[in-house]
């Protein structure tokens, strides 16, 4: 079905179509027993595929990542297409509109995506009250970030007043200090100001009767050494892990040319071109670390083969968005089915 539907939605600007693929969906699950259909079709239920990660039991290692459903509007919609789990936000205290449009990019060339969304969403009390209404044993992931008129002396707080309002309605957080288009967002990522801002998250969170795994979401550009610093920092403030990665700011080995790369201005690429450079910063941590701590893969999965070799490299869960564009929702359905199948041979 997405096949036929793939050449009509690229030729809609993506973030229209974006938005339009999603009302489909809604309209799909809004009809009586469509939606019992499409999770029958699409969920690969199996007990091979259950994880354990950060004392969260995974039906399946398969998520969406973050940045898809910014504002948990279609929870319900994504529990359809056989996710294991789905990552909300990125989350601000304040809504934003994030950057101007256009802000979206496809090149297909290279099934890549370029992106300067600039964290838009409706804010975190907005989010809450669609999680109050999220899916009933559907694992979720909240997101969160500063607003960009906070600046980075007082970004801490964004970050608390986003981790107390949906504490009570998400399993685990994930801190985001690595997207390249908020300014300055990735001055966070230095070990003295990460170090405090996860301290302060850390202390929050032992306040609570129920304690939320954290994770870090590390951008692909960080340096060897830097890395480093990630695994002291990890250890350091006991949270639960690492997400790589983010979208890179790196060009390099592109199909598209030049011309039209630049003419779509500044941006994270994700996508295919991602693959390679996230799949080696998953294997440096894990080796590293020696796997003292869970890492979620993320970046360049376009395929099965992509997904096991994230795996491979020492990914415990996996999160997909750019992949699902140009191989269509039955990709988490395939990566699933790959999985049991090698456990099979092994």
Known sequence: MYALLKPIIFRIQPENAHELTMKLLQFACSIP??????????????????VEVAGLEFPNPVGLAAGFDKD?????????????????????????????????????????????????????????????????????GGNIGKNKVTSNADATLDYEKCFDALHPYVDYFVVNVSSPNTPGLREL??????????????????????QRPI??????????AQLDDIIDLVSETTISGVIA????????????????????????LSGAPLRNR???????????????????GVGGICSPEDALEK????????????????????????????ILKRQSVD
Do not use: C
């Open 189 to 210: 990522q230095e070990k003295e100001p990460l170090s405090k801002l996860l301290l302060a998250l850390v202390a929050r969170n032992e306040t609570k009767s129920i």
């Open 278 to 296: 996230s799949t080696e910063v998953i294997r440096y941590l894990h080796t590293q670390s020696q796997g003292t701590f869970p890492i979620i």
């Open 33 to 50: 027993g469509l939606s019992w259909v499409l999770k029958r079709w699409y969920l690969v239920n199996s007990k091979g595929l259950t």
């Open 245 to 268: 990665t983010n979208t890179t700011i790196d060009r390099s080995g592109l199909k598209a040319s030049k011309e039209k790369v630049e003419s779509m201005g500044a941006g994270g």
């Open 215 to 224: 994770f870090l979401k590390i951008a692909p550009d960080l340096t060897d």
């Open 72 to 140: 948990a509007q279609w929870l319900g919609e994504m529990a359809t297409l056989g996710f294991g789990f789905v990552e909300i936000g990125t989350i601000t205290p304040v809504s934003q509109s994030g950057n101007p449009k256009p802000r979206l990019f496809r090149l297909p060339s290279d099934e890549g995506i370029i992106n300067r969304m600039g964290f838009n969403n409706g804010g975190m009390e907005s989010a809450v009250e669609r999680l109050k209404q999220r899916p009933e044993g559907l694992l979720v």
């Open 311 to 338: 795996l491979d490299a020492g990914a415990s869960l996996l999160q997909v968005y750019s992949g699902l564009i140009y191989a269509g929702p039955g990709l988490v359905k395939q990566i699933n089915r790959a």
